[in-house]
T-cell receptor, first 115, second 112 residues
Framework: EPEVTQTPSHQVTQMGQEVILRCVPI?????FYWYRQILGQKVEFLVS????????KSEIFDDQFSVERPDGSNFTLKIRSTKLEDSAMYFC?????????????FGPGTRLTVT | QQQVKQSPQSLIVQKGGISIINCAYE??????FPWYQQFPGKGPALLIA?????SEKKEGRFTISFNKSAKQFSLHIMDSQPGDSATYFC???????????FGAGTILRVKS
């Protein structure tokens, strides 16, 4: 069964450093998302991406965040200058434009630890 | 108005019992309501979802009940098993391809 994959599974970085989180969405999906989950809290929407542009972003997704689909398979989230409060699990999700296709499928996540 | 309120925060059920988790929303523009199951260290996995044109949807031991007038929906897990022990999130979305708004989650523990 197709699945969303994410790398790395765990990333440790120092405050102020740039990080890039990578995702490979399900191959025939056209909508892509990033969510984050701070430990013990609910999953929060960051950004959605369709047709090579951002379709919606949350207040969390400020100028230090960016997303890119550099090729036909990868979808990346870049955090330019990490802060301690960016420590969280980051989940990539994708969905397809067919019947019942608001279904968003999540990857296993990348645990980001900012020290 | 974007919030989805979920209860209870945690739930302990005996094996074979029924687990019930409730969610409520305010925004009547929401028209897609999925439930996700999350095991520790894993991503949320889509369990079952409903649109507001039906009042109930059943898939195996999992049933969503939907009350449009009350703006509430619930997940029922019949014959709960220890393997069902996980965190369950309800969510809502407004239109195709849009973001999911998640509830706070319910930690379910099924005792054997």
């Amino acid at each position: 069964e197709p699945e969303v994959t994410q790398t790395p599974s765990h990333q440790v970085t120092q405050m102020g450093q740039e990080v890039i989180l990578r995702c490979v969405p399900i191959s025939n999906h056209l909508y892509f998302y990033w969510y984050r989950q701070i430990l013990g809290q609910k999953v929060e929407f960051l950004v959605s991406f369709y047709n090579n542009e951002i379709s919606e972003k949350s207040e969390i997704f400020d100028d230090q965040f960016s997303v890119e689909r550099p090729d036909g398979s990868n979808f990346t989230l870049k955090i330019r200058s990490t802060k301690l409060e960016d420590s969280a699990m980051y989940f990539c999700a994708s969905s397809a434009p067919s019947g019942g296709a608001w279904e968003q499928y999540f990857g296993p996540g990348t645990r980001l630890t900012v020290t | 108005q974007q919030q989805v309120k979920q209860s209870p925060q945690s739930l302990i059920v005996q094996k074979g019992g029924i687990s019930i988790i409730n969610c409520a929303y305010e925004n009547t523009a929401f028209d897609y309501f999925p439930w996700y199951q999350q095991f520790p260290g894993k991503g949320p996995a889509l369990l079952i979802a409903i649109r507001p044109d039906v009042s109930e949807k059943k898939e195996g031991r999992f049933t969503i009940s939907f009350n449009k007038s009350a703006k509430q929906f619930s997940l029922h897990i019949m014959d709960s098993q220890p393997g069902d022990s996980a965190t369950y999130f309800c969510a809502a979305a407004m239109e195709y391809g849009n973001k999911l708004v998640f509830g706070a989650g319910t930690i379910l523990r099924v005792k054997s």
